[in-house]
């Protein structure tokens, strides 16, 4: 049980949580976005971004710090919180960025921590190696055990109440990701960083990021709080954290700012290429992309990264709305339309229901069926588990329709894509209030297909018959042979039948 981190509400694998960082004396609610601090070149100095932006921790370079004389000697003296003018939490990184970049750095892990600790950090990081995607796997191995020995290494550091990063490696194999999450949540250590997964995030490979997530997500315990090491696009936050993270760090705000790029929350556009700016932050509602570019360079600089930290700020808040509303999956879905890649990666992510389903609620505000897509979310995976346990009678319809009056069947349910057959008692429970389109489509129609073939494994003794209009052909090929199936007209024109012979035969 790891007593600085406490989860509050979920909606699939997303939680909103709260960090105890008590070197801070602050408690963080996740998930959370720290931006990336570069101590040589404050793009919005810190002080501004906790009382324009709220924000309450943010993350820099001990390394870079280290190694540049003019402030090192200062961060020892003051302290990190002073040298850069912020009250709130700090985090530090280690230079595992620069040992993977250049190669060689000259501190270790036992360094550069007794360092973080010495300059105030609240929460630090050890030299671990940042294997990037597609090594080979006995380089990905080889690095792995370099990684769990810097893990090891932290442990034995003395840190008073400062917080301990353990990073989680193993490239983009997701055996490798799962033994390091285990590794690392069987240590002391306080956070988990999954590392090493900017390069996919660069090249859109979001598919790629959600297995290597869930991958690392499944050796981790529930309670650890993940930081999901480099991103900070608003354009996946909600894939991200639909998965289980929990923390984020953003350099992208003031980078890409650099380079005249204008984030939103489905994609980035080159400043160069608007004539409107789609957001109404306070940089946007003021100037128009033309004022913008007619400023200086530092100016258009500070000012771009603004907005990009406002609509990244602005899409935690919605996301986190969204997981106290259980409707996170809307919100995934509305971003898979903006992006092929982010499609993917959604694609993906439903690729892992079961994982998410485990920590799902059983209700929830509201179910929209927006896409094929929905067909695949955890809640008709649970429904269709769930219909082993109902109890069936002898003779049973399924039908899409309205309820005969009169049934020659022991009993009616209903049917409806993408969950299947249910009793109608359970019409007013979750998930089965979905708001569903008026046109099914075969995504759908094979998902309820799928839980009609469900209950009838698990009731060989039950006849059933299913009456549905107009179902795709894959969807009734889905219908094991011995159910009876049956048009809706032909089924209510019996029961019509059937209605009026008893009434005559009753007068
Ligand atoms: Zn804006």
């Given at each position: 049980m790891r007593e600085h981190f406490e989860i509050r509400d979920a909606d699939g694998a997303a939680r909103i949580g709260r960090l105890s960082v008590p070197?801070?004396?602050?408690?963080?609610?996740?998930p959370a976005l720290m931006p990336v601090i570069n101590p040589n070149r404050l793009t919005i100095e810190p002080a501004r971004l906790e009382t324009e932006f709220d924000v309450d921790i943010l993350i820099t370079n001990s390394y870079i710090i280290h190694q540049t004389d003019r402030i090192r000697q200062q961060a020892l003296d003051d302290g990190l919180h002073d040298l850069l003018d912020f009250d709130g939490a700090i985090m530090t990184d280690s230079g595992s960025f620069q040992l993977a970049e250049y190669g060689d750095?000259?501190?270790?892990?036992?360094?550069?921590?007794?360092?973080?600790?010495?300059?105030?950090?609240?929460?630090?990081?050890?030299?671990?190696?940042?294997?990037?995607?597609?090594?080979s796997r006995e380089r990905a191995e080889d690095e792995l055990v370099v990684t769990e020995q810097a893990l090891a290494d932290a442990e034995g550091c003395e840190v008073g109440e400062m917080l301990l990063n353990a990073p989680v490696q193993g490239s983009t194999y997701p055996d490798l990701r799962e033994r390091a999450g285990r590794h690392a949540a069987a240590t002391d250590l306080d956070l988990f960083p999954i590392g090493a997964v900017v390069p996919l995030m660069n090249n859109y490979r979001y598919d790629d990021l959600v297995d290597a997530v869930a991958a690392a997500k499944r050796g981790l315990d529930a309670d650890c709080p993940v930081h999901l090491f480099g991103a900070g696009h608003?354009?996946?936050?909600?894939?991200?954290?639909?998965?289980?993270?929990?923390?984020?760090?953003?350099?992208?705000?003031?980078?890409?700012?650099?380079?005249?790029?204008?984030?939103?929350?489905?994609?980035?556009?080159?400043?160069?290429?608007?004539?409107y700016f789609p957001c109404s932050c306070p940089i946007c509602s003021e100037r128009t992309p033309a004022d913008l570019r007619a400023e200086d360079d530092d100016t258009?600089?500070?000012?771009?990264?603004?907005?990009?930290?406002?609509?990244?700020?602005?899409?935690?808040?919605?996301?986190?709305?969204?997981?106290?509303?259980?409707?996170?999956?809307?919100?995934?879905?509305?971003?898979?339309r903006g992006h092929p890649a982010m499609y993917d990666g959604y694609r993906a992510l439903l690729d892992h229901a079961d994982q998410l389903e485990a920590d799902d609620p059983v209700s929830k505000g509201a179910f929209f069926y927006a896409s094929a897509e929905s067909a695949r979310r955890p809640e008709v995976r649970r429904h269709h588990q769930r219909l082993d346990r109902l109890e069936t009678p002898e003779t049973l319809?399924?039908?899409?329709?309205?309820?005969?009056?009169?049934?020659?069947?022991?009993?009616?349910?209903?049917?409806?894509?993408?969950?299947?057959?249910?009793?109608?008692?359970?019409?007013?429970?979750?998930?089965?209030?979905?708001?569903?389109?008026?046109?099914?489509?075969?995504?759908?129609?094979?998902?309820?297909?799928?839980?009609?073939?469900s209950l009838?494994?698990?009731?060989?003794?039950?006849?059933?018959?299913?009456?549905?209009d107009d179902w795709h052909d894959d969807a009734l090929a889905r219908i094991p042979d011995r159910i009876e199936t049956e048009s809706l007209a032909a089924v209510q024109e019996r029961e019509t039948d059937g209605a009026a012979g008893d009434h005559d035969a009753n007068q």
């Open positions: 070197r801070a004396g602050r408690t963080i609610e996740t750095i000259d501190v270790t892990t036992e360094e550069i921590i007794r360092f973080q600790h010495d300059i105030g950090s609240d929460i630090a990081t050890p030299v671990d190696i940042p294997t990037p995607p597609d090594v608003p354009m996946m936050l909600a894939l991200a954290v639909a998965l289980g993270c929990d923390l984020f760090d953003s350099a992208a705000y003031a980078l890409y700012a650099r380079a005249g790029r204008y984030l939103t929350v489905s994609g980035t556009q080159q400043l160069d290429d608007l004539d258009r600089e500070r000012l771009l990264a603004e907005h990009n930290l406002h609509v990244t700020f602005e899409e935690l808040r919605r996301i986190k709305q969204a997981i106290r509303s259980g409707t996170l999956f809307e919100l995934i879905e509305r971003r898979a319809l399924l039908t899409e329709g309205g309820a005969p009056t009169d049934s020659a069947y022991d009993e009616v349910w209903r049917v409806r894509a993408p969950f299947g057959p249910f009793p109608r008692a359970l019409a007013d429970s979750y998930p089965l209030t979905a708001t569903l389109p008026d046109r099914p489509d075969r995504a759908g129609q094979c998902a309820a297909a799928d839980g009609v073939r009838a494994a698990a009731n060989p003794g039950t006849t059933i018959t299913l009456a549905v």
